[in-house]
C-alpha cells in the first residue's frame, strides 16, 4: 500500500511520444556538432573588482560533468552513470553551455519525461517540497554511512521555521498514510466489498483454526514487500477524501468537490501534491503557541545582521503569553518576572527542549520516506536491492514463527520484560562494553545506516534527480507557478476501476463540486468584506509607513548605508520580477544591481557576478562580463538561504502590500570568505543548481 504523494511508480521507463519529438528537434537545431565557450572567466583567486584571466575550454558534451562524474557518494555516481531509461534531460545535446529544457515555458511544452522513470509531476513535487524543506546545508569532511548525502546534522539547530517544515512533512508522510490505512480498514470492515473482505476473513479464520496467525502475517508482509501488484490486489487505490472512516462507503469530500486523490479534504489543486501541501501548512498553522511561531516563518538565523525595521516590530509570537498575562491581571494576579519567578525559566526549558523535538519529527518523516522509496523505488536507485534487503529480515520471521507455537512466544515475551526491568547493571556494563569498543555502534544501528542503508529520503532523492540534469548539462526546470487559482473540476477518475459499493450516479454526486458550499463561501467572503474596513484603514496607513522605509532605504543606501543596501531590490514591482535561469539568475550584490550567472564549460566551473547579463548560456554578449566576484564550484563549504528582511518585517511588509519578498543567499568558500547576495529572483533555483553541480557531500544544518 504506497503512501499517498510520496510513493512513485515502480517499474520502467514512462512511455511518451513527446521524447522521440524533441529529440528531432533537438537534431535538426544543432546538426553540426559541438562548439567551445566564449566566455571570459574569473581565475581561482575571488577578485574583487573587474576583469579576469580567461580559463575557457571546448566541452566534451558525450562526456558527464566532471565534477559529478569522481562519484564522491552513491548519489553522485548514480547521477553520473548511463541509465537505462532515459528523459529529456539525460539525452546528449549540442549547447555550449547547459541545455535550457524550458525554464520560462508552460508545462506543456516542457519534455515529458525531464528525467526517466519519473513523471514530471512527480519531479516537481519534490523539488517543491526540497525547496521548503531545505535552508543551510555545508560540505562533509567525512564520507557518510550510508553512502548518502543530506543528512540532516546532529548538531542542527532549532528555528521554529524547521520545526514548521517538519510538521509539515511529518503530515505529508506519516498522518496521510496512516489515515489512508486507517480508510482501508474501514473498507475492509464495512463489507462493502464483500469478495474482498470475505478472502481477507477466509484467509484469517483459517489461520486462527490452526494457530497460524503470525506465519500468515509475516508472509503477506513478505509478499507485499516484493510484489508490487499484490498492494494494488489486495488494497485497491481510492481517493482518500471520498472514502468515510466510519462507514467505509462513498462520502463527499470536505472541500465540496474532489479535485485531488492523495488529499484528505480533497480540495483542488494545480499540480500535484499542492492540496496535500496546503493541508499541511494549515495543519501547522492550527496549532499552539510554539507551532505559531512555525507558521509565521520565524528564522532568525537567516535575518540579516542588522535590521531596523524588525527591530522595531514587535514579534506577533508574544500574542499567546500577552493574552494569558492579560488573563491573569484581570483575575488580580500579578504576572509579570518580578512575582512570578517560574516564567522565565519555564519558557527557557520549553524552548531548549523544541531542538531534540524537531529532530525526533524529522527522523520520523525520514524512516518513513525511507520505508516508501525502499517499497516503491524511483529512478536513479535500485529498483530491487531495497525489497531483498527487507523481505530478508522477514522471511526469517515466518520461518520462527511456524516453529515457535503461542506459549513459547508468551514466555520469551516476558523473559525480556523481565530482563529489561531487573537486569540493570548487566545493561550497563554491555552498553558501557560497546561504547569502548565499537564508539560508533548507535550510528551503524540506526536503520539508515543498516536494513535501509543506500535507500534514500525524499530529499535526498531529489538532489539526486538535481544532479542527474547537472550530469548532463540540462538543469531540471523549476516547478511551475501561477497566480491563477485552482479549478473546481473534479479531478480524473475511472468510476469502473473505482473498488466501492456504490452506483456511478452517488459516485459523480460525491465528486462534484458542492454548489451550497460555494455560495456559503461567497456569503462569507461577503460578510467578511463588509466589516475589514477598520483593518483595510490599518493596513493603509501600515502601507504607506513601509513605503516611506522603503524610500529612505534607497536614500540611506545612496549615502553608502550597508544595511540599507542589503533591502534594496527585495520588494521588487512585477516588472522587476523577471523570469531567469539556468544560467543567469536576476540578483544584488552589496545593492548594485546585476545578474548571478553559472559557467560549467570553463576548465574550473565557478559561480560569479557581473552587472551585464549573458546571452543565457553564460557567454558575454556586447560588452565583457567583468566579474565582480567569482568562486569556483568545487570551493563552496556553506550555501544558506538568508531573508530579505528579517522575518517580523517580512510579515509586516508582506501583509500591508501583498508583496512578493525575494530573498538571497550566502555562499562561504573554503578559505571561510562569506559572499552575499541579496534580492535574487529565483532564489531556490539558484541553490538548487549550487548544491548539485559539485563534488562535495552535503549535510543539512
Known amino acids: 500500500m504506497s503512501t499517498p504523494g510520496y510513493v512513485f511508480r515502480d517499474g520502467g521507463a514512462i512511455p511518451d511520444s513527446d521524447l522521440d519529438e524533441y529529440q528531432r528537434a533537438n537534431a535538426q537545431t544543432h546538426p553540426g556538432g559541438t562548439h567551445a565557450s566564449g566566455i571570459e572567466q574569473a581565475s581561482n583567486s575571488r577578485s574583487a573588482q573587474g576583469g579576469a584571466p580567461s580559463s575557457s575550454a571546448p566541452s566534451n558534451h558525450n562526456v558527464k560533468l566532471g565534477t559529478l562524474a569522481d562519484g564522491a557518494t552513491d548519489s553522485h555516481a548514480l547521477a553520473a552513470s548511463d541509465h537505462e531509461h532515459k528523459g529529456a534531460a539525460q539525452q546528449e545535446h549540442f549547447e555550449a553551455e547547459v541545455k535550457d529544457l524550458g525554464w520560462d515555458r508552460d508545462p506543456q511544452h516542457i519534455p515529458k519525461p525531464l528525467v526517466g522513470g519519473i513523471t514530471n509531476e512527480e519531479a516537481w513535487l519534490l523539488m517543491r517540497r526540497f525547496n521548503r524543506q531545505m535552508y543551510h546545508v555545508k560540505a562533509m569532511k567525512t564520507q557518510p554511512l550510508a553512502g548518502l548525502d543530506l543528512n540532516i546534522a546532529d548538531e542542527d539547530e532549532f528555528s521554529p521555521d524547521k520545526l514548521r517544515a517538519n510538521v509539515e512533512r511529518l503530515y505529508m508522510t506519516v498522518i496521510v498514510g496512516l489515515v489512508s490505512f486507517g480508510k482501508h480498514i474501514a473498507r475492509l470492515r464495512s463489507w462493502r ?6 478472502a481477507f476473513m477466509a484467509a484469517y479464520a483459517i489461520a486462527w483454526i490452526f494457530d497460524f496467525i503470525m506465519p500468515l502475517l509475516f508472509t503477506i508482509i513478505t509478499v507485499l514487500i516484493l510484489v508490487p501488484q499484490a498492494r494494488t490486489l489486495m488494497f485497491p487505490h481510492a481517493p482518500i477524501a471520498l472514502v468515510s472512516s466510519k462507514t467505509g462507503g462513498v462520502q463527499s469530500p470536505k472541500a465540496g468537490v474532489l479535485g485531488s486523490h492523495d488529499s484528505i479534504t480533497g480540495a483542488p489543486e494545480k499540480h500535484q501534491g499542492e492540496a ?3 493541508e499541511a501548512s494549515n495543519f501547522v498553522a492550527g496549532i499552539g503557541t510554539i507551532a505559531m511561531s512555525s507558521a509565521t516563518g520565524k528564522h532568525e538565523q537567516g535575518d540579516p545582521d542588522t535590521d531596523p525595521l524588525a527591530d522595531s516590530t514587535p514579534d506577533p509570537t508574544n500574542i499567546a503569553m500577552t493574552g494569558a498575562d492579560a488573563k491573569a491581571s484581570a483575575q488580580g494576579a500579578k504576572p509579570n518576572a518580578a512575582h512570578d519567578k517560574t516564567k522565565q525559566p519555564m519558557e527557557d526549558a520549553m524552548w531548549s527542549k523544541m531542538r531534540p523535538v524537531m529532530h525526533i519529527v524529522g527522523d520520523i518523516a525520514d524512516g518513513w520516506e525511507r520505508f516508501a522509496n525502499a517499497l516503491s523505488p524511483t529512478s536513479p536507485f535500485s529498483k530491487v536491492t531495497p525489497k531483498l534487503k527487507l523481505a530478508s529480515i522477514v522471511a526469517p520471521m ?4 511456524i516453529a515457535t507455537n503461542s506459549y513459547v512466544f508468551a514466555k520469551m515475551n516476558w523473559f525480556f520484560v523481565g530482563f529489561g526491568f531487573f537486569g540493570d547493571p548487566l545493561i550497563w556494563r554491555g552498553l558501557d562494553y560497546l561504547n569502548k569498543e565499537f564508539p560508533n555502534w548507535q550510528k551503524l544501528l540506526e536503520i539508515r545506516n543498516s536494513i535501509l542503508k543506500g535507500v534514500p529520503t525524499n530529499a535526498q532523492l531529489t538532489i539526486t534527480l538535481l544532479r542527474v540534469g547537472e550530469a548532463n548539462r540540462a538543469p531540471l526546470p523549476p516547478p511551475p507557478t501561477s497566480d491563477a487559482p485552482p479549478s473546481d473540476h473534479p479531478a480524473e477518475l475511472d468510476k469502473d476501476d473505482l ?9 459523480h454526486d460525491a465528486i462534484t463540486a458542492d454548489k451550497q458550499s460555494q455560495m456559503g463561501e461567497e456569503t462569507g467572503e461577503k460578510k467578511k468584506k463588509g466589516g475589514s474596513k477598520v483593518l483595510g484603514f490599518l493596513k493603509g496607513t501600515t502601507k504607506a509607513g513601509v513605503e516611506t522605509k522603503l524610500g529612505a532605504d534607497a536614500a540611506r543606501a545612496a549615502a553608502g548605508s550597508v544595511t540599507a543596501k542589503q533591502h534594496l531590490g527585495a520588494v521588487p514591482s512585477r516588472k522587476e520580477q523577471i523570469s531567469s535561469g539556468p544560467v543567469d539568475f536576476k540578483a544584488r550584490y552589496k545593492g548594485t544591481k546585476g545578474w548571478v550567472y553559472i559557467n560549467t564549460s570553463a576548465t574550473i566551473p565557478c559561480v560569479a557576478f557581473s552587472k551585464h547579463q549573458t546571452n543565457g548560456t553564460g557567454e558575454q554578449t556586447d560588452k565583457k562580463l567583468q566579474p565582480v566576484f567569482s ?3 568545487d570551493e563552496i563549504q556553506e550555501l544558506k538561504k538568508i531573508g530579505g528582511f528579517g522575518w517580523k518585517a517580512k510579515l509586516l511588509i508582506g501583509w500591508a502590500t501583498d ?7 550566502e555562499i562561504v568558500d573554503k578559505e571561510g570568505n562569506t559572499t552575499r547576495i541579496t534580492a535574487i529572483v529565483q532564489r531556490e533555483e539558484l541553490f538548487n543548481r549550487l548544491v548539485s553541480m ?7 544544518w
Open 276 to 278: 496535500v501541501e496546503q
Open 659 to 665: 508583496k512578493n519578498i525575494v530573498d538571497g543567499l
Open 193 to 198: 466489498e464483500p469478495r474482498r473482505t470475505g
Open 631 to 633: 568562486i569556483p564550484i
Open 398 to 401: 515466518t520461518a520462527v514463527s
Open 499 to 507: 473498488a466501492l459499493d456504490a452506483s456511478h450516479d452517488e459516485i
Open 694 to 700: 559539485g563534488r562535495q557531500k552535503w549535510e543539512s
